[in-house]
C-alpha cells in the first residue's frame, strides 16, 4: 500500500517560532512540518513573512523564539548542504554576462567552496542537471538570451546542482508566462516522483499553488492553515489571510493555453 504523505519522515519542523523586525513581529507562533518527498506550497500576501520563513529554515535568520529543525539538526552549514535554494531572481541577474553552464557551476560552490575552480567532475554534474531539466542544448548560451522559462529551469538546475534533499523557492514563476509556469510545475512533480525531491515553494498565487502542491500552509504573518489543498480555499481562511477583498482565479490546465508550448522551450 502507497505510503500517505502524513506517514512519511519530517525534514523540516517549525516549532512555535518568532521573528520580529523594528519592534514588529513578521512570524508569529509559527508551527509547521515538510514531510520526504513533499511538495510543500506557502502562500500569503506581499509582507505575510514567506519569504523570511525560508531565510528561517535555512538558518539564514535566527528566530527570536521557538526551534527549527532542518533534517533533525539546528539550521547551518552542515544541514544547508541538504538543501537547495532558489530566492527570487532579479532583473539585473537575468542579464547577467553568463553562459547557462556557468549559472549552473555556481550552484556546485556550495559543496566546494566558492574559490576553488570547478574541475571535470563539478561540470559533468553540472551538464547532467541540465539534461535533467531538458536544457542540455543551451548549455553555451548566454544566460541573458534565454526566456523567461528557460532562464527558471537553468535556476532549477542550479539549484539541484548541490545534490540537495529539499529544495525551497521563493516565488519560482515570477517574470515567466503561463505555459512556462506549468512546465515549470511538472517539472518540480517529476523531480519529486522520480527522485524523491522535496519541496517547499512560496507565492502569492493560491491558485497556482493549490493546483500543484501536496499540502498548503497560509501565511500572514501566523499560519492560518496548514493542510490539504482542497480545503484551504474556504472563506473564513482566505479573509483571514488575504483581506475581504481577495478575488481568486484558478487557472485550469486543461486550457488550451496550458496545452500549447512555445517553440523556442
Not at 512519511?8 to 517549525?14: A, D, G, H, Q, S
Not at 526551534?67 to 544541514?79: H, I, M, Q, S
Amino acid at each position: 500500500m502507497e505510503e500517505t504523505i502524513m506517514e512519511k519522515p519530517v525534514i523540516v519542523e517549525l516549532s512555535d517560532v518568532w521573528v520580529g523586525y523594528d519592534g514588529k513581529w513578521v512570524l508569529k507562533s509559527i508551527f509547521l512540518d515538510c514531510r520526504a518527498g513533499e511538495i510543500l506550497g506557502i502562500v500569503g500576501p506581499n509582507g505575510a513573512g514567506k519569504s523570511t520563513l525560508l531565510k528561517v529554515i535555512l538558518g539564514l535568520i535566527r528566530p527570536d523564539r521557538g526551534t527549527v529543525a532542518l533534517f533533525g539538526k539546528k539550521p547551518g552549514r552542515e544541514a544547508r548542504l541538504e538543501a537547495g535554494y532558489l530566492p527570487q531572481i532579479s532583473h539585473a541577474e537575468r542579464a547577467f554576462p553568463v553562459t547557462a553552464l556557468d549559472v549552473v557551476l555556481m550552484g556546485v560552490y556550495n559543496r566546494t567552496g566558492l574559490f576553488r575552480r570547478p574541475g571535470l567532475k563539478e561540470k559533468e554534474t553540472a551538464m547532467e542537471m541540465l539534461v535533467c531539466v531538458n536544457m542540455a542544448e543551451h548549455a553555451g548560451k548566454p544566460f541573458g538570451s534565454l526566456s523567461g522559462g528557460q532562464q527558471q529551469r537553468i535556476h532549477i538546475a542550479r539549484a539541484l546542482a548541490s545534490k540537495p534533499k529539499l529544495l525551497l523557492l521563493d516565488e519560482p514563476s515570477t517574470g515567466v508566462d503561463s505555459v512556462a509556469q506549468e512546465d515549470f510545475y511538472v517539472l518540480l512533480a517529476n523531480l519529486r516522483d522520480e527522485k524523491g525531491l522535496s519541496a517547499i515553494m512560496v507565492s502569492h498565487d493560491i491558485g497556482v499553488i493549490t493546483s500543484h502542491a501536496d499540502r498548503v500552509a497560509c501565511i500572514n504573518i501566523e499560519v492560518h492553515y496548514h493542510g490539504g489543498p482542497e480545503l484551504c480555499l474556504s472563506p473564513e481562511i482566505m479573509e483571514k489571510v488575504f483581506g475581504k477583498d481577495l478575488k481568486i482565479m484558478v487557472h485550469d490546465s486543461r486550457c488550451a493555453t496550458c496545452n500549447k508550448r512555445h517553440i523556442n522551450d
